[in-house]
Every structure is written in structure tokens, then in C-alpha cells.
């Protein structure tokens, strides 16, 4: 990925947000912040400032400063900056807490852009449960809301990350800046995969044979993440899987949590339920839940 360490003059208005921002910022592994440094202007940062410029007076980006505040506002924009953003495009998901956007890099191939929603009190609540306990970011639960989401959404850039290394298929994680996590565009020219559940309901569009390849996928990739990620997903079930080129992707990553976590063992088995729920309701056959865990944990 491309990264372009200038500063783009901004009108007056938003520079002042974003040196109130950089005072509260916090810098950790994971959020791949380039240093700003000052150096002749190269010319492509020119045509990237005339381009925002140009962009600005894009109808989406309208949509997007009708939706979010100035600060994530601003954190779109530094994405931008630095040439990871080329343009956003329609929103794919508008969750509670997150809203996906579909989005071009700069060379033109689809992104996923998914902003955490930083107003959101309710949010906080829910994912307590998951900080707490997970050493990683137990400190940060106790500093303002924004930060909180802010970490959410390094956690879930991190996550993707270990995942991938593990060999679990996922959306391969691109930046994440504050409240804003960019990741590869599961599907083509801004139409997203189908997620397992819309493959079941109302419908059954598979037969059986396909159904037990993709389970059988999926299993693996539970194994691979709790014994090589070291980690629990805690939310997976057929609305966090995608189906791509006929292979299953693990998406939603942000709540997962390390084995050592002291709920990952609910967790798992929560999981582990929702995966036999699911398989079994489409005709596969699924072993019982104490041979899944028992492979799982590899304590078979
Ligand atoms: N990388 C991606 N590529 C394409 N679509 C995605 C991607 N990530 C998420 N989506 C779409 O956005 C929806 C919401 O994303 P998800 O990460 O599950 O967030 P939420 O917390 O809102 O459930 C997904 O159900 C899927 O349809
Ligand atoms: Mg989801």
C-alpha cells in the first residue's frame, strides 16, 4: 500500500479538529500511523490534493458528513491522504454499531470500509464484556467512549490480521485509523458475497454435498483459530460468514477474543452451538459439541 507522508492543506475549520484530535491521539501497534514529515511536496501529492478537492464536492461524501461527526469525518479524509482511500462508494451494512461502506483504492480495486460508529452509548455496554478480561486492552476500557471505539477497531484490524497469518480465510485487513478499519472487498464491483444465511433462507440455493465442503471449511478454520491465532471468535454463526469463489470467509471479527480471555470457553462453546445449529438445519451432519471442542482445543 501506497502511503503518502504530507499534509494536505485543510480550510481552517477542519485543521483545528484535527490538531484537537492529534493531542488525544494515542498511538499503538496495529494503527500503522505515519510519521508527517516535512519535505518538498512530490508531485503526486499535488494531484492528490487537487483530486480532494475535487472530491469533496462528490455527492457520497455528503452522505458521509450527513452520517458521522467531523472527527470521523476527518479520519476518512486522512485515509484519503494517504492513499488508501481512493473514493467511497454506496454503504453495503448500516449495523448499530458499524456502517460498511464499499469503496475504490486509488489503483482502483474494491475496499470495504467499515465505520464504527463513535455516538453510540448502547455500544459501550456491549462490548464491555469483551475488553474486560482481554489483557490487551483492559486499560483503555476505562478512558472516554471514543477511545474505546477507537481500540474496538484496532482490535478487530489486529484480529484480522493473526487470523490471516493463521490460514483463516478473512478479509485480508488493509489500515485502520481511529474509528475507521479499511479491508479487501469480499465480492466484485461493489456487490458483496452472499453471507451463508442468505444461501439457506428462504431458499436452500446449495445441495448437501456443497454444504458439508463448507462446514468442513469452516471447522478447519475454527481449529486454525483457537490453536494458531489463539483466538475465539465469539460471534460466529451464518451472519458473519461470507461465501466467495466457492470458499467460506470469516467476517466480524472485532469482538473475538484470545483463548486466555476468562469467558473464552462460553465463548467457544457458543459458537460451537451456532455452527452445529446452523449445519444441521441444512442437512449436514455435524459431530456432537464435545468432539468439536475437544478438536478444536486439541485436547482430543
Ligand atoms: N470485507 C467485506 N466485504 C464485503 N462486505 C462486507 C465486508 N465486511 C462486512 N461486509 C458486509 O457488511 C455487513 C456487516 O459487517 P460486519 O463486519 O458483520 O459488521 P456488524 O458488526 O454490523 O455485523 C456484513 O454482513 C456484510 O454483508
Ligand atoms: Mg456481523
Redesign the pocket.
Known sequence: MKKVEEEVKAPQKEEEVEEQLEEEEELEEGEELEEEVEEPIPKEVVQRRKYLKRYKDKDLFETVEEVFDMATQMAVYELIRRGVIGELKGV??A????R?Y?GKSPQGDDI?V?IYLTTTAEFRKSIRKYIIGDPRFEQIANRGLRHLIYAWARKEFRNLKRLEQAGVRV?SPIAVYRNVLV?????ENCK??P?LVELAKPVNQLDVEEWKKIFETVYDYMVKMYQKARLVHADLNE??I?YWKGEPVI??V?QAVPINHPYAHDFLMHDIQQIRRFFSSVGVEVPSAAEMYARITGLE
Not at 449495523?95 to 458499524?98: D, N, T
Open positions: 453495503i451494512s449495523g448499530k454499531e458499524a460498511v464499499c470495504a467499515k478479509p479491508m479487501e472487498f469480499i465480492g458483496r458475497a453471507l451472519y458473519n461470507m467476517i466480524d472485532s
